[in-house]
């Protein structure tokens, strides 16, 4: 199974994704594309996309403009030739799950959850021609902007529109189990699970998973013939806060011979002397971040 370290505001620097070698994907913080098309220098120098072995590396972007993503795999060109060391992009995920008030009223973030039509589009004109570009494309989503909007299944709405692009390029969609005005601590709604594996299409999933036994529980939620369609369709997971409670979470996922234990504390310092982070970064990972 896939282990994907969720991405998040002020933390997710190259020196702390780097920081899990156990994960097979990891993500910058979100970044407004627009900026990254207007070729704003401090916009790009957050995409800290050095190596990182064994690990897939995606942008995050914000946006709901179609001309925007047309002209993205161009930059992304651009950027690989000036920055070669950072030419480490598996691909980009589209953000349709930030639930500030200010960025759904325009359009974008958990807002695009229920604009499937332009969801679809954006991933579209990103791919163009097969032979255009190499980089993937995903999206990660919310069940819906609050507890009523979760019960139209956009989800699955979303999901099933995707079914006929053919293209190995489009990497399963991340659903975050939860509605846009749920708080973190909440719980997600995994009886949606059922409901969005009806689409016939891999997922990836995220929603305050910490151990193999939430997994249990989950699958406990599907019926029988469900749970049989578990390891087709549920290709991942993806953590994020347990990552910070626990460096060590993505240990409770792996098979034993790589489980090889690593001073989490002294590799995060390393990290950020190779390739150090801007302070805000510093301060949130200090603050946050709890070894044992």
Known sequence: MELHLAPMKNISCWAFRALFPEITDSYTEMINLKELIKERQRVWDHIDTFQIKNHRQWIQVLTNNVNDMLRLPECLKSFYSKNPERANIYGVCINACCPDPRIISAGEGAALVKRTKRLRNLIEVFL??????????????????????????K??????????????????????????????????????????LKAGMPIIINGNIRTNQDIQNIKQKLSLDTQKKWNELILGLMIGREALRNPDCFQFFITRSQNEKISKKKLLKNNIKTHSPEMRFLKNIKKYIHFE
């Open 128 to 153: 163009g021609d097969s032979e255009s570009h190499r980089f993937h494309i995903s999206c990660k989503m919310l069940l819906g902007l609050n507890s009523k909007e979760m019960y139209y299944n």
């Open 155 to 196: 989800c699955l709405d979303f999901l099933s529109s995707i079914e006929s692009i053919d293209d190995p390029r489009l990497a399963p969609t991340i659903i975050h189990f939860k509605h846009a005005k749920q708080p973190s601590i909440s719980e997600p709604h995994w009886e949606f699970l059922q409901t969005s």
